[in-house]
């Protein structure tokens, strides 16, 4: 179990309201990725919680929400973080135990379903430090893990330097359009470029297509939606996450997304819609959401020809390069899974 391969206190997070600015960063759930990594952007910051600082080799657990159960390893590269309420910590015996080995188990679909039923079983729908401490590892000697994580690792930096690349792709192609997009004269607004549309698209097994909702993608179907190239944009949910497609996709309930009312100006759209703070528009519910009427009433400029071809001459092949490289970081991610069923089920 967890708890016998855990030092010290077991403890929740810190309660405090994240801020644009402070003494450190505070880390949520929400700043953990799909690939127990702590995300570089949207940080929010704490003044409070000095005993709350990670340390190397603490382990935190969502514990709530539907992402219960997605779990982070400190990694001092990160800076000083302090973790909050809604995480719990447990501080890893490196006698008993490799770290990291934890961590490349967390991230098994072995240890999902684990989360989810034990999560799904509770009276709050959720996970404490109860079920958690008696949650089971597979027993293998230390020779055994040192096996896997240095096998794990070496695919996870192959997939940083693929993800480094698609990012310095899309920061030349952002300055590109930043520096361009002053010549334009033209002002109207996003309906002049654009119609939104909506899909309700469920997970398909053995489907190849992504499904794309507000978070990314959610899941995968068997057929797509027949459009080409499109800027898929958050409608209810988390509203800080823009995509541009332009291979087969869906979409899920959570998105819009878009078909062009001219050929190749999808690139060009994306780049205007990320100048916006999408949670600005956040309509007001419950829940939030931006509606068609406010995305279609955003003001942008509208490129002539003679601008969109010289944009295009240099945006597209960019785009190109990042298909390809996105192709590596998928064939990596996909061995990835498959050592990770191999190994732990």
């Known amino acids: 179990m967890l708890k016998d391969l855990c030092t010290g206190h077991i403890d929740y997070g810190h309660t405090a309201s994240g801020k644009e600015i402070g003494r450190y960063r505070y880390a949520r759930i929400t700043d953990i990725d799909p690939l127990g990594r702590m995300k570089k952007k949207d940080m929010r910051y704490v003044d409070t919680g000095q005993e709350k600082i990670l340390r190397k080799n603490d382990l935190v657990i969502a514990r709530t929400g539907t992402q219960a159960g997605k779990a982070y390893l400190y990694d001092p590269k990160d800076g000083e973080l302090v973790f909050a309420s809604f995480l719990i910590r447990f501080h890893l015996d490196t006698e008993k135990v490799i770290p990291s080995f934890i961590k490349y188990y967390m991230l098994s ?3 999902k379903k684990w989360a989810e039923k034990t999560a799904s079983g509770s009276t709050r729908n959720g996970l404490n430090i109860e079920t958690l401490s008696k949650m089971p590892i ?8 040192k096996n896997i994580v240095r096998k794990m690792d070496a695919l996870y930096r192959a997939l940083e330097i693929q993800e480094n690349t698609t990012q310095l ?7 590109v359009f930043d520096y361009m997009s002053n010549r334009l004269q033209t002002k109207g607004k996003l309906k002049d470029l654009v119609i939104l549309k909506t899909e309700n698209k469920k997970k398909e097994e053995y489907g190849t297509i992504p499904i794309y909702n507000s978070g990314g993608v959610s899941g995968y179907a068997k057929s797509s939606n027949g459009i080409k190239e499109s800027v898929i944009i958050p409608s209810s949910g988390t509203l800080d996450h823009l995509f541009y497609v332009n291979t087969p996709f869906c979409a899920g309930t959570t998105v819009f997304y878009t078909e062009m009312k001219k050929e190749k100006i999808g690139i060009f759209v994306y780049y205007t819609m990320k100048k916006y703070d999408m949670k600005k528009l956040d309509s007001g519910s419950v829940i939030p959401g931006v509606n068609s009427d406010t995305i279609y009433h955003l003001p942008c400029m509208i490129p002539d020809d003679k601008w969109l071809e010289q944009f295009n001459q240099i945006a597209y092949p960019v785009y190109e390069k990042i298909a390809e490289v996105k192709k590596k970081a998928e064939k990596i991610k996909k061995y990835l899974s498959f050592l990770s069923a191999y190994y732990f089920g």
């Open 169 to 175: 792709l899309e920061e030349y192609a952002q300055n």
């Open 109 to 111: 679909d072995a240890y």
């Open 138 to 145: 597979p027993d293998m000697p230390m020779a055994a893990q």
